[in-house]
């Protein structure tokens, strides 16, 4: 038996599974997420670590007596977070996250000193807010005495890797996200680090996603009754887990992960292959080789906002009932592009494309007809439309996409996924099993151990597709509307921009 877990944001998923891939168990622990100050996400390492114990004692317990089967066990973790040790290993503050927006003095700060042109050129990303470098600089800056007691900085998963084995070590596809690391040659850029005024020696060594980190601990095994010859494989980040979980290793595939932010994620051989512009996230693979990934900021994230604040009577009236599929079965009652109602979704700003994070978002060309409905029906739409916006910087750089395969809570509605089909215009695959990163970590574990022989060999073993969906009519009359959409961006941002300035001087 494979463990595999996933350090996620709002708590920890643990799944076992066979070699064929089947479930054996699973378990969701969850911890606290601080906000101390608006725009600061933190969490405290000391709560994962006691989420994790307590998921690995569920799962002997519920496996009991075959737990002694678990050979091997991999970790895939939320990107970009940091975690400051001491030289004693102690957490010296708590956590930032990869959705803390604190840093961007110092993502300015890290362009200029740098370079955009140097950043694109050594590590192949923009040190963008949520990424580990402004992070660190901030630490840097506004605590000092924190900064001087560090030791070595780990991803939150690496932290958990290293509770477990004594090891602190990292790996390719979570290093890629700190823009720090040269993704194309798989090594800390010692000159980007010094530029930005970091220091070289806080980065632990580097290995690939399938090396063994070593055995857990028997203080591990002792109070989780963990097999303790079970190995630690170093794992991945949460992406990169999420795209071998759904078996997208290699060219011509393409991930889409819709939960509350949404993915599109491309896999690709060729180093060269990337948007010159830094519009795309550029990372390593647990393959070896890279991905392209572009992000939209607010996909289920949309949906649920409109659920929380607008639809509080479908909610006290159908407690029996899902309350997002008596939303889905109102948006069906509409047609195709909501008789004109156009919602861009950019709640939070956006990344892929427009990289702003000032924008805000919108609903536009709205008639006395318009009812609840439309605006559910328009939801769904324009989330589709952001996908596609990242999907066509993608087809700009010639990466080609034969067929998509869908993850997250998006995938559970099948109204939503011809949605996606007819937008996207392209066939869509929905998966057997949706464990996401926790199951892609499960097949690296296998990797690691021997059981496969690497990670298309457990790709072709464990995963097995369900369903496809493919384009209906309405994808003509969707690649209109989205072209509208569009030009709906273009001849407003600059307004939104103007407005996002003038709120922020008011609360200032």
């Known amino acids: 038996m494979l463990l595999g877990i996933d350090l996620g944001t709002t708590g920890v998923k643990l799944v076992a599974i066979s070699e064929e891939g089947n479930i054996l168990f699973k378990h969701f622990e969850s911890y606290k997420l601080y906000t101390p100050k608006s725009g600061w ?11 994790i114990l307590k998921a690995l004692k569920m799962a002997t317990n519920a496996l009991d007596p075959n737990a002694k089967k ?12 940091s975690v400051f040790l001491s030289e004693k290993g102690e957490v010296i503050r708590p956590a930032i996250l990869w959705n803390d927006t604190r840093s961007f003095a110092q993502r300015k700060e890290i362009e200029n000193r740098v370079g955009k042109k140097v950043l694109l050129e050594k590590v192949q990303n923009l040190p963008l807010e949520g990424f580990t470098a402004p992070k660190i600089l901030w630490l840097k800056e506004n605590e000092p005495e924190n900064y001087s007691k560090v030791w070595k900085i780990l991803l939150p998963k690496d932290y958990i890797n290293y509770k477990l084995t004594g090891k602190v ?5 979570d290093a890629s996200g700190t823009a720090l690391f040269n993704v194309v040659h798989r090594k800390w850029s010692e000159e980007v680090i010094e530029k930005a005024g970091l220091n070289f020696e806080h980065f632990p060594e580097v290995v690939g996603s399938t090396a063994i980190i070593g055995k857990i ?7 989780t009754g963990i097999n303790p010859n079970c190995v630690v494989v170093a794992g991945g980040a949460d992406n ?82 899902d309350i997002y599929d008596l939303l889905v079965e109102k948006a069906e009652t509409v047609p ?25 978002g919108l609903f536009t060309n709205i008639s006395i007809r318009h009812t609840k409905a439309h605006f559910i029906r328009s939801i769904l739409e324009g989330v ?21 395969r869908i993850v997250g809570g998006g995938a559970k509605s099948k109204f939503w996924l011809q949605i996606m089909s007819d937008i996207l215009n392209v066939e869509i695959e929905t ?78």
């Open 336 to 360: 195709a592009a909501s008789e004109g109602l156009l919602f861009l979704p950019y709640l939070n700003g956006e990344r892929t494309p427009h990289m702003n994070a000032k924008i805000r």
């Open 240 to 321: 990169a887990c999420g795209a071998t979980g759904a078996g997208v290793v290699k060219d011509g595939q393409a991930l889409v992960s819709v939960g509350s932010s949404g993915v599109v994620l491309i896999p690709t051989g060729d180093p060269n292959k990337r948007d010159p512009a830094g519009r795309l996230h550029f990372f390593n693979h647990t393959t070896g080789k890279w991905y392209n990934m572009a992000v939209t900021l607010s996909a289920g994230l949309s949906l649920r906002w409109f659920k929380d604040n607008f639809c509080q009577e479908e909610i006290k009236n159908n407690k029996n009932k």
């Open 41 to 51: 996400m933190e969490e405290k390492p000391e709560e994962w670590w006691k989420a």
């Open 70 to 81: 678990i050979t091997s066990m991999a970790l895939s973790g939320q990107m970009h977070g």
């Open 217 to 223: 601990s028997k203080d591990v095994a002792r109070k």
């Open 169 to 173: 070590v990292t790996e390719y596809t």
């Open 384 to 404: 589709a439309y952001s996908l596609r916006d990242c999907l066509e910087v993608m087809r700009k750089q010639e990466m080609r996409v034969e067929k998509v």
């Open 431 to 508: 998966l057997k099993t949706n464990e996401g990163p926790a199951f892609g970590a499960a097949l690296i574990a296998g990797v690691g151990c021997g059981l496969y022989k690497n990670i298309s060999d457990a790709v072709k073993i464990a995963v097995k597709t369900s369903k496809s969906i493919f384009p209906t009519e309405n994808a003509q009359k969707y690649d209109q509307t989205y072209r509208l959409y569009k030009e709906f961006y273009e001849s407003t941002h600059v307004l939104m921009e103007k407005s996002f300035d003038i709120e922020t001087k008011w609360k200032h």
